[in-house]
Structures are given as structure tokens and as C-alpha cells.
């Protein structure tokens, strides 16, 4: 049989088909070779043993993932938005073959807060605002289609949003740190809930997301930005990385407003770090 690798704890793997799960474990040279969440594996119905890992759409190695259709970006009013982070997970999306969304939660709290994210994403990315507390998730839900996760840093309501989907404490919620305005991580295990069409998981790695993991040279990194095509390719030269003001097009629409000025800032701080790592 064929199913999806839904959890893995330790050395058994729960496996899905259809609306079937199996408890299963695997062949020593298979397991050796590693098995993740999202992984399509044959299976032995009798014997629950894996036998092979089917070829995979993509691997995540932090948190150990496969197969990735979509990533919701999750946002919210506090803790502060770590747009640095969020433009980051997109370029990580990008590269993977997974599509990013940006999944603002937690609305209710400040009015001006979906206005900023429109300004920095609206035209290119797709933006879903959604409230757990409020159980204003349905628009949300819409949209969980093959292998899905929720992303972002620690207390933006990750687990709450699951919860609120399932109408069921399934995900443990950490608190707020109120005096560092820094949330409590408390995923520990990737499981991937059933949804109508798709599956939903709820990750402890990507809270954080290493420069490292980011695997662009540095003089491809603009091109990965859709809010810039219109102005890099017209820079008088070729090579012009867009950090200096002469005859580059890209600063003068961050000037003119046309370009968010803090995804080209979060731009440069990328690209500081992807240049140091040339250096070693």
C-alpha cells in the first residue's frame, strides 16, 4: 500500500491512507536513509513495515519535513512582526517549490495592523487575516490544500489557529512572555492534521530560520524578489547589486515609494549575510 507519513515518534511512523491510519515501523536500510513527515512511503498492510520512500517534492531538514504544497506565514500585532523573518520564509518557500501565504492573525487587536501588511504584501503575495481567538478562521481553512504548515515566530498563534480550526485543544498553547515580548516555543513533534483537502501541521523550526538554509548566491538574491522585477534588469549595470544609489532603478522606486522600503531594507540585511558566508 501507499499512504502518508502523518507522525513520526522515535521509530514508529503513523502512515495515512485515505481515512486509515497504520502504526508502522520500517526496513533498516530505509529507515537508516530517513523518513519524515509528508513522506509517501509503501507500506506492507500485514506486516506494517515501510519498504521505500517514494520520490519527493521537496525536504525540509529544520523542521524534518517532505513534500511541502503551501506555507502560512503567520503574523500578528504582538509580539511585533519579525518582517525580517517573514521575508526570509518566503525566499526559503521560493526555493523549495512551496507556496508562500501570509496568514495574519490575531486582527482583532489592532486596526492599523492589516493596513501595514497590505502595504508590504498585498500585490504580490497572497494574505489571508484571520482571528483564533475570534474563530474567524474559515477563509483560512479555504485554503488548506495538500501539505500545508503553519510558520512564524513563537507566540503568533500557531497552535491557537489549529486549535480553532479543529474546535479542539489538539496543539498545546504556550504563554507570552509579556517583559521580552518573546513567545514560549511548545511544538516539539511535527504531526499533520487531516483537512478536508489537505493536511495542516503545526512546526516547532520554523520559528527561526538560519541564513544557511537560505541556499542562493548572493548576486542571484534580488531576482527572488517579484516586487523588484520591474526595476533591477533596468540598473545601467548588470552587476549592480542595488546598494548604491548611482543608476540603479531599484533604490530610486524605494525612493519614489514603489517598493516597500522595509522589504528592500530586509533585503540588504540578507544580503550582507550571504556575502559574509563567501568569506569562509
Given at each position: ?32 536513509s530517513g523518513?519524515?513527515v ?17 520520490a ?14 503551501k ?14 523573518l ?9 526555493i ?29 503575495f497572497e ?29 503568533v498563534?500557531?497552535?491557537s ?29 511535527v ?6 483537502k ?9 520559528s ?17 524578489y ?37 522589504r528592500y ?13 563567501r568569506?569562509?
Amino acid at each position: 500500500m501507499i499512504g502518508l507519513v502523518t507522525k513520526k515518534q522515535s521509530t514508529l511512523f503513523e502512515v495515512v491512507v485515505d481515512e486509515k491510519k497504520f502504526q508502522c515501523n520500517a526496513r533498516g536500510n530505509v529507515k537508516s536513509s530517513g523518513i519524515n513527515v509528508g513522506d509517501k512511503v509503501e507500506f506492507n498492510e500485514d506486516s506494517l513495515v515501510i519498504s521505500n520512500v517514494q520520490a519527493r517534492k521537496n525536504i525540509l531538514i529544520r523542521p524534518p519535513m517532505a513534500n511541502l504544497d503551501k506555507m502560512f506565514i503567520v503574523v500578528c500585532p504582538k509580539p511585533k512582526p519579525d518582517f525580517y523573518l517573514v521575508d526570509k520564509l518566503i525566499l526559503f518557500c521560493s526555493i523549495n517549490n512551496i507556496k508562500p501565504i501570509i496568514c495574519a492573525n490575531k486582527v482583532d487587536l489592532d486596526e492599523n495592523f492589516e493596513r501595514e501588511i497590505k502595504e508590504n504584501y498585498e500585490k504580490y503575495f497572497e494574505i489571508v487575516f484571520c482571528s483564533a481567538k475570534l474563530n474567524m478562521t474559515k477563509s483560512l481553512e479555504e485554503k488548506i490544500e495538500g501539505v500545508c504548515a503553519f510558520a512564524g515566530q513563537s507566540a503568533v498563534g500557531k497552535s491557537s489557529l489549529i486549535n480553532s480550526i479543529f474546535k479542539s485543544n489538539i496543539e498545546k498553547v504556550g504563554d507570552f512572555g509579556k517583559k521580552v515580548e518573546r513567545g514560549k516555543q511548545t511544538t516539539r513533534v511535527v504531526t499533520l492534521y487531516k483537512m478536508p483537502k489537505g493536511f495542516i501541521a503545526d512546526t516547532a523550526g520554523f520559528s527561526q530560520l538560519d541564513e544557511s538554509l537560505i541556499d542562493i548566491d548572493y548576486r542571484e538574491l534580488s531576482r527572488y524578489y517579484p516586487d523588484f522585477y520591474p526595476y533591477i534588469n533596468e540598473c545601467k549595470y548588470q552587476t549592480c547589486d542595488h546598494t548604491n544609489d548611482k543608476d540603479c532603478k531599484l533604490i530610486q522606486a524605494v525612493k519614489d515609494g514603489k517598493v516597500s522600503r522595509n522589504r528592500y531594507e530586509n533585503y540588504l540585511k540578507l544580503l550582507s549575510r550571504k556575502k559574509s558566508e563567501r568569506r569562509y
